[in-house]
């Protein structure tokens, strides 16, 4: 299956980004084969309000099937419900390192948002 | 004549400046206006009375999807994802909606229709004295107070003395009061921080055109930091209130300044007049309403 993990750097060995609407990149994952894939997210690094909603547009249309990153706000999480994909928060590491985790069954699916909206 | 009582940094004093300020105008049609929705006060202070209250509400879309075909027009124009394509589904955000109702003109198939979110409420009153308040209360959990600080002035009549109770800060709500006010009253802290906050303040005012004039509050005795900005920046000081224990004191129990201490009240009416002095002298220039 396929993931994303938000991501600091454009290679496995970049640390998950925290962030999920204004994560630096989105690293799209086969947790099978290794292989991925690099997505921007710079267009949303600027934008004053709304950058989960779209964050969440963004790995939407990739088509994967979870999102592994820090902290998921309600409005992204709403997004992601909606297309069916499932989110998990709060972990840190690499983005391999957290792959091979996912891959150990040692990570859960959040049921919701784990941090509230902001305003700017 | 519509008078905007800023500051920029929070706590200088703005509501005490508004609502004494009201109070030693010796004339009948002046009205105050509580703009600072998050959190009003000048209530606590005018006292009015036979309140009348109104609910507040701005349009957001609701999609009918048995019309919707899934075009996204109305997610192209939207600039806050307000409304959304997610996954072959229509989604929307009425906390992220700024009420501009492109996506209901976009709308090819006239899917998008009008809903409504409860932004909070007006209320209106006048004290014993005849002083007319009127003040928005954003509802508690509600993020977008400038429809609401708008509503709230769009009661001014513009015929009389309108004082308006400004929010702090710089950005949309403190705007949003400023906007198309005959003059600005910036209410200054001798303080670095008070200063930084007044200068943002004053170079927002320089791209609004409002003409600008600064008092200082609790002042010291000797000039200082705000007197030395306002000379260079051509910015005249209207007044300057001493600092004062006992002030601070009949304030915090919501009683005016003007009621209790003669020479606040002499301070206060100085101010109104050399106001009412410039508002006329601009009015004869023309320059008031442009």
Known sequence: ?120 | MIITIASGKGGTGKTTVTVNLAASINRDDVTVFDCDVEEPNSHIFIKPENISSEPISVMVPKVDTQRCTLCGACEEICQFSAITLVAKRIMTFPEMCHSCRGCEMVCPEDAVKEDSRVLGSVHQGKNARGIDLTWGELRVGEAMSPPLISQVKDRINPGGIALVDAPPGTSCPAIEALRSSDYALLVAEPTPFGLNDLALTVEALKKLKVPTGIVINRADDAPGIVEEYAKKEGIEILQRFPFSREAASICSRGKLLVNEMPEMKALFQQLFNRLNQLLTESKEAGEVGK
């Open chain 1, 1 to 120: 299956m396929k993931v994303v993990v938000t991501s600091s750097g454009k290679d496995l060995d970049a640390d998950l980004d925290p962030r999920f609407g204004r994560a630096k990149y989105f690293i799209v994952v086969d947790t099978k084969s290794m292989d991925f894939e690099v997505k921007e997210n710079t267009q949303n690094l600027n934008l004053p309000q709304g950058a989960g909603i779209q964050a969440g547009k963004t790995v939407a249309e990739t088509g994967v099937e979870a999102v592994l990153t820090g902290n998921c706000g309600p409005k992204a999480f709403q997004v992601l419900e909606t297309a069916g994909i499932h989110v998990i928060t709060g972990i840190q590491g690499t983005v391999k390192g957290v792959v091979e985790k996912f891959n150990a069954g040692e990570l859960s699916y959040a049921g919701g948002p784990n941090v509230e909206g902001h305003w700017v």
